[in-house]
């Protein structure tokens, strides 16, 4: 393994490297996250071979979910010792796996050990935080842009997947396609990990304000507050967010089939709402960079709360259009923004367990939220308390963050002015 490199003439740590870093690690990302839709896109027909509810299938995705959660804490704190290379490369076979198993399960049980042990903590788990926590030590002068190209690889893979999965699944069946997935994972996924064999360049000078680069004790404040508490508060915060943000993401296929429209538009609907919040990730890397990611989140939350409700009360098609870009808009950013914010607050050798602490509250909202949508369409034969709930979920997220919005902005003020 290459070692770490020194920083550069200008004192800045970016060099020509570290955008082919998050190159790699968009296109790792794009590839590993189109998992996640193979159950959203297969939902009903999955349900419909083994007669199912469609909560069996929906616990399947929450499975994947807190499995990638967990596995992000393990890896996460592996990936700040070992690097990013070896976790890489284990994310790299287990999502191949995972897809493999996924297209050969004969019942429950093993569908949940598929995705939730194979493409989610093994897969996913060992891709997104070790990904997102190595590109922040790439780059300091556009951290937040370059934080928002590798997160961008969720809505990338989300506006591709989709179609292509709906088509394989109408002309080839649910399980064919996901063995074809499979394959096509590995063969992208492999080469990418040996960019990630070169280790991060060594900062000369130890930045302020909590993004010191020592290995010593980590400070107990920030923002003038329990580093514990900011962290439980942010924990909180996206565990409200990622609920309610999951109820569109895994249903809207399924609960456009439900109003009377084709599949083929729901799968449209989630690529519209995955691409126009790959745009809206650019945005707010490019925003945090100026304003901080507390106040980035805060911005998306508040869209992403508008368009959930709209979700409510619209069922023509071209609202259901509408409201889904809109929605893209406000979720686009969130994410990035939480892992600028935990960039921002904490040490720089703790970046990495508590970027997978956050993240794994942040992939158990998605669980539930994916769950509780299934759920509660199986209890009252709609999606529209499903999107009530998340709405209160998303309301949540807002009492959490506000407090530590309001402490950061201040600080912010004089950056702000002087740029």
Known sequence: MLTSQRLGANGSIEQPYSWLVAIASLMLMATAFGSTYLVVVGLKPIAAEFGWPRSVPSLAYAFASFGAGLGGIILGFAEGRTGTFRPVLLGSFAVGAGAFASGLVQGEIGLYLAQGLLLGLLGSGATFVPLMTNVTRWFDRNRGLAIAIVSAGQSLGGALWPPIYRWGVENYGWRETMIAYGFVALVIMLPLAL???????????????????????????????????????????????????????????????????????????????????????????????????????VLGCTLQLVALSAYIFVDSLWGLYLVSAAFGVGFGGIIP?????????????????????????????????????????????????????????????????MPLAARQAPRLAPAVVAA
């Open 195 to 297: 960019v990630f064999r070169r280790r991060p360049p060594i900062p000369a000078v130890a930045p302020d304000d909590g993004e010191r680069a020592d290995a010593g004790p980590a400070p107990a404040i920030a923002l003038g507050l329990p580093s514990g508490l900011v962290l439980a508060l942010l924990s909180i915060a996206i565990v409200g967010c990622c609920v309610a943000m999951a109820m569109p993401m895994s249903h809207v296929v399924a609960h456009c089939t439900d109003l009377g429209y084709a599949a083929a538009r729901g799968a449209e609907m989630l690529s519209l709402l995955l691409a126009i919040s790959l745009a809206s990730r650019l945005f707010a890397g490019w925003m945090a960079d100026r304003v901080g990611g507390l106040v980035t989140i």
């Open 337 to 401: 923004a939480y892992a600028m914010s935990v960039r921002e607050l904490f040490s720089l050798h703790e970046v990495g367990w508590r970027s997978g602490v956050v993240f794994f509250f942040g992939m158990l909202g998605m669980s539930v939220g994916g769950y509780l949508g299934g759920a509660v369409f199986d209890w009252t034969g709609g999606y529209q308390m499903a999107f009530v709930l998340g709405v209160g979920f998303n309301v949540l997220n807002l009492m959490a963050l």
